[in-house]
């Protein structure tokens, strides 16, 4: 009989000792979010420091709490570049001792693995072993399949994070481990505003019964699946599991029935939200959390039927041309999974994606739908992909438009105060005449 407890014992270690597997230079990967091995990095930063060893990386998407690498005076031992930004690590890119690498999601694993011949280090937060001498990669197995290009795989063991199917690490892989019941961040959802939930029954109304949907982050989203309770037989295929999955699991609206790959599993890389979120996914042979290189894959995405995919975006020019991730020229957070899902469901049959946000920023002082783009931004999504634009004043679809039909389209679902100046610039611009 296999010996996985010994082995257990021999490569677990206190957080002190996990530090020496540590060496100056090296290159760390991290799954994301939830996954995060705050515990590890949390005692690297006091040893790097501590034995002036400089110069580590660490990598990661979308950390979900303050930690202290995130400090400048951590800057020199171990330096942060984030895959996507969150509202933790964005101060710290904007004023320069962190950075920001592009990539689609899809491609994150791929640029580790083929173009960056792979990490020294590769860690994140898993749940306890299990009696096959399986961890469980739980609420983030994104970047999973970066540790077969990683000289060391490095856990950070915590009961506390669910152990979900659909991607493990075998304790014969592992160098060293240490253990941590800090509970794994937790994500109140936004609430949903009145035009969040207008933008919602929109989109909702052009879903069908046996769909297959991505929801993203944020109350949009929410507002979505308020709107779909009715539906039947949705399946799910999609970067994000969120809060609403739960309702919509439970009450048979999601079945998976209907899908062609995965039937009958809810396939997703990621969760991060409400405590009672990670308890439905402890255990549940219905979702499956696999690598973001499957999931995000656009080939993968495209072998379902009616892959309904809903982004949001900073803003969208009179072109169609949008900005999802930066303010001007200032990265805000990142591309995502946004164009692997717009292309994967262009390519599905009965396919549409939606492009969701409200008309206006900043207490209606801003239109978001913009003659071009402010000075800077940076193009998620190109004009060619863009298909349904959704804001609370309605819904237009662009694909097959024309050049002056976009520009008319978009400037009816501007905010009314905006219409007047944006019909002017696109005269001005010779879009329309
Ligand atoms: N000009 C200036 N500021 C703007 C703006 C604009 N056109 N649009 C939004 N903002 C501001 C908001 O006022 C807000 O600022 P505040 O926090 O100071 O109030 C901030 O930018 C964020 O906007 P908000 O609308 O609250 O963002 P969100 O949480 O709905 O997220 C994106 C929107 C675009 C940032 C987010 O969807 C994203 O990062 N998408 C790219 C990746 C992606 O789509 N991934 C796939 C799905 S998981």
New binding site residues.
């Given amino acids: 009989m296999a010996n996985w407890e010994s082995m257990y014992k021999e490569k677990l270690r206190s957080r002190e000792e996990i530090c020496k597997e540590f060496e100056a230079g090296y290159k760390c990967v991290s799954n994301s979010q939830t996954a995060e091995p705050v515990g590890i990095l949390d005692a690297l930063v006091d040893y790097l420091a501590k034995n002036d060893i400089k110069g580590l990386e660490h990598y990661l998407l979308l950390p979900l709490k303050q930690q202290k690498y995130m400090d400048k005076e951590s800057e020199p031992y171990l330096h942060h570049t984030a895959h996507f930004i969150s509202g933790y690590d964005r101060a710290m890119i904007w004023e320069g001792y962190g950075d920001y690498m592009p990539s689609h999601y899809s491609r994150v694993p791929i640029l580790w693995r083929d173009v960056l011949d792979g990490p020294d280090v590769y860690y994140c937060t898993v749940s306890p072993m299990d009696k096959h001498g399986y961890f469980s990669c739980g609420t983030s197995p994104d970047l999973s399949n970066v540790r077969r290009k990683a000289k060391k795989v490095l856990l950070e063991v915590n009961k506390t994070m669910p152990r979900a199917f659909g991607s493990f690490i075998h304790i014969s892989e592992v160098t060293a481990f240490i253990e941590n019941d800090e509970p794994i961040t937790e994500v109140a959802a936004p609430p949903i505003s009145d035009d969040e939930k207008k933008i919602g029954d929109l989109i909702a109304e052009q879903i069908p019964d046996g769909a297959t949907i991505q929801l ?4 949009i989203p929410n507002a979505v699946a308020g709107g779909l309770m009715g539906k039947k037989d949705l399946g799910v295929h999609s ?2 599991f969120c809060d609403v999955m739960v309702p919509l699991t439970e009450s048979g609206v999601i079945t998976n029935e209907r899908k062609n790959i995965n039937r009958g599993k809810t396939v997703v890389t990621f969760s991060f939200g409400a405590r009672s979120t990670y308890d439905f996914l402890d255990d549940n042979p219905g979702v499956e959390f696999l690598p973001v290189d499957y999931v995000n894959n656009p080939f993968v995405i495209a072998q379902n039927d009616n892959v309904m995919s809903i ?5 969208i020019d009179l072109f169609g041309q949008v900005c ?2 930066s ?1 001007g020229p200032m990265n ?7 164009v692997d899902f717009i292309r994967g469901a262009a390519a599905s049959k009965g396919g549409k994606s939606f492009m969701a946000f409200k008309s206006s ?2 207490k209606d002082t ?1 239109s ?1 739908i913009k003659p071009v783009l402010t000075e800077g931004s940076v193009i ?1 999504t190109t004009r060619s992909d863009i298909d349904y634009v959704v804001t609370e004043q309605g819904i237009v679809k662009l694909m097959g438009l024309t050049a002056s039909q976009r520009a008319k389209a978009l400037i009816s679902i501007a905010h009314p105060a905006f219409r007047e100046e944006l019909t002017k610039a696109a005269k001005d611009m010779h879009i329309i005449v």
């Fill in positions: 993203g982050i944020g109350g970067e994000m982004n949001s975006c900073m803003e999802s991730e303010q805000f957070s990142g591309s995502g999974g946004q920023a900043k801003i978001k998620t």
